[in-house]
């Protein structure tokens, strides 16, 4: 599986961004995928995760109400819709794909992309 993110840039604080997340490859092994940030000097942390049906979703408390995880399975793309963003959310962000083939379940990650927020 290949992940490729776009979408990153600099934006105000209280601005939004949409970051994409584009998978090629075994993507029919893909059952969970997420978004993942690492600021500069901190561990990376998962901000947001869907299921393959996107049935079910979960955030990070300090996005919640202002970051909304989807995807579009016909066009094998995630994406992270972030309003009201905050000079704290600048970080690099990754996108994440986790597949089950058989017994085994394997992580696949992008490239990460920027997202810098200014006071």
């Known amino acids: 599986v290949q992940l490729v993110e776009s979408g990153g840039g600099l934006v105000q604080a209280g601005g939004s961004l949409r970051l994409s997340c584009a998978a090629s490859?075994?993507?029919?092994?893909?059952?969970?995928m997420g978004w993942y940030r690492q600021a500069p000097g901190k561990q990376r942390e998962l901000v947001a995760a869907i299921t393959s049906g996107g049935g079910s979703t979960n955030y990070v408390d300090s996005v919640k109400g202002r970051f909304t995880i989807s995807r579009d399975n016909a066009k094998n793309t995630m994406y992270l819709q972030m309003n009201s963003l905050k000079p704290e959310d600048t970080a690099v962000y990754y996108c994440?794909?986790?597949?089950?083939?058989?017994?085994?379940?394997?992580?696949?990650w992008g490239q990460g992309t920027q997202v810098t927020v200014s006071s």
């Open positions: 994440s794909a986790r597949c089950k083939s058989g017994i085994w379940l394997t992580d696949y």
């Open positions: 490859g075994s993507t029919f092994d893909i059952f969970a």
